[in-house]
């Protein structure tokens, strides 16, 4: 597997390791939920570069890079419709998922419908899966029968819509909203000027009566200086 950066959400970086011989990718922990909407466009500019590189099937089982303990199947629920399907590691270590699946998750992939799969079937016959690259005879089966995958393909309109929401939230996430600094400026100044207030009043408490209007005025000027 090579290692990519890729910009992590709140500071730092994600490094991720790809492998496009399998075209699969290790996540470690939550790395695919951390990742920018800018760092998940580059992430995928860089599997669509390498779409038609030579594929080899996944090892039957798969382990973990990090403790060699067979990973487990799971299936979930992607965002933006549709399920995805990958290999997690017992002992929280990360998970590893293929090009494919992570598109479906991600929303660049759009499964098809029984009625698609119908026509599709009627040309084609037998795919490859985009879950563990296993041949998948469509006239039969609607799903990998290995890996359980469904049936999904990189449709146009899917990419489109998928690439203008990742820019979207990309442009949202990096440009200042002026009226929320400025709202966050005035409840901070607000707040410590509160706080002054409150120290201003326990320490004239303690000035003797003699000397309130002149330490007074000390206090409030030291007050100034340091806001």
């Avoid at 060699?68 to 399907?85: P, S, T, V, Y």
């Avoid at 590691?89 to 098809?112: A, D, N, P, S, Y």
């Avoid at 000027?193 to 003797?208: A, C, K, T, V, Y």
Wanted: charge should be neutral; proline fraction near 3%; hydrophobic fraction near 35%.
């Amino acid at each position: 597997m090579s290692k990519h950066r890729f910009e992590r959400l709140h500071h730092g970086e994600v490094i991720l390791d790809l492998c496009y011989a399998c075209q699969g990718i290790w996540f470690d922990d939550f790395e695919s939920v951390q990742i920018t909407p800018g760092g998940i466009i580059e992430l995928f500019k860089l599997l669509n570069e390498h779409r038609d590189d030579l594929r080899q099937p996944l090892r039957d089982p798969l382990h973990c890079p990090r403790c060699r303990e067979k990973l487990l199947h799971g299936i979930d629920h992607a965002k933006h419709g549709g399920q995805f399907n990958y290999h997690r590691c017992l002992q929280k270590h990360g998970r590893f998922t293929t090009f494919g699946q992570f598109m479906i998750e991600k929303g660049f992939v759009r499964q098809l419908a029984p009625a698609e799969i119908t026509t599709l079937a009627a040309r084609v016959g037998t795919i490859r899966c985009n879950g563990c690259g296993a041949p998948v005879d469509i006239r039969h089966n609607h799903a990998c029968t290995h890996c359980r995958a469904p049936i999904a393909i990189l449709d146009a309109d899917a990419v489109e819509q998928a690439l203008a929401r990742y820019q979207h939230a990309e442009i949202k996430r990096t440009t200042i909203n002026v009226d929320a600094l400025g709202d966050a400026i005035v409840t901070r100044e607000r707040e410590k000027s509160r706080r002054n207030r409150e120290q201003l009043r326990g320490r004239i408490e303690d000035i003797e009566v003699g000397d309130l209007l002149l330490s007074g005025i000390e206090l409030i000027w030291n007050l100034v200086v340091r806001h």
